[in-house]
């Protein structure tokens, strides 16, 4: 089952620019019937004192590929999407390459989302799991700013 309309992580991407996402490298690389995924680098935007991936940066990367994928599961003339509450459990330490995010759906309501993203090292490591809620409230865009 499709569950988000057409439109490719090259689109996205442009959407990101001048925002938090562009300022530490994260980038969408494939937008699948129910799924999103992107990655970000582990470098010194986004790591912490001890050289190590920054926990706010992962949980920054769920909750941009959270929020993307439940916008892409909407009608973006009726409704936007925003944060209520997002976790994140850190379970391993990356020093260096990039991390890979997956967001999937764990409930498409017509006033909420509930999304679990998980973040992997290059090698297919769970770095993190996050999970991200978000309110779908009736507006559009434009009514936000």
């Not at 009608?75 to 990356?94: F, L, Q, T, W």
């Not at 999304?115 to 507006?139: F, H, Y």
Request: one cysteine or more; glycine letters at 12%.
């Amino acid at each position: 089952m499709t569950l988000f309309r057409k439109v490719t992580a090259e689109e996205l991407n442009k959407l990101g620019l001048n925002t938090m996402a562009e300022r530490i490298g994260i980038e969408i690389t494939e937008v699948g019937e129910n799924y999103l995924k992107g990655r970000m680098p582990v470098d010194s935007r986004t790591v912490q004192t001890y050289g190590i991936l920054h926990g706010g940066a992962s949980a920054a990367l769920a909750e941009t590929l959270g929020s993307i994928a439940g916008v892409l599961a909407i009608n973006p003339e009726k409704e936007y999407c925003v944060g209520m509450e997002i976790n994140a459990n850190h379970v391993r330490s990356v020093r260096s390459g990039y991390v890979y995010g997956k967001a999937t759906p764990l409930h498409i309501g017509k006033r909420s989302h509930v999304w679990e993203i998980r973040i992997e090292d290059g090698e297919g490591k769970l770095v993190c799991i996050s999970r991200l809620t978000l309110a779908v409230v009736a507006g559009n865009q434009e009514s936000i700013r």
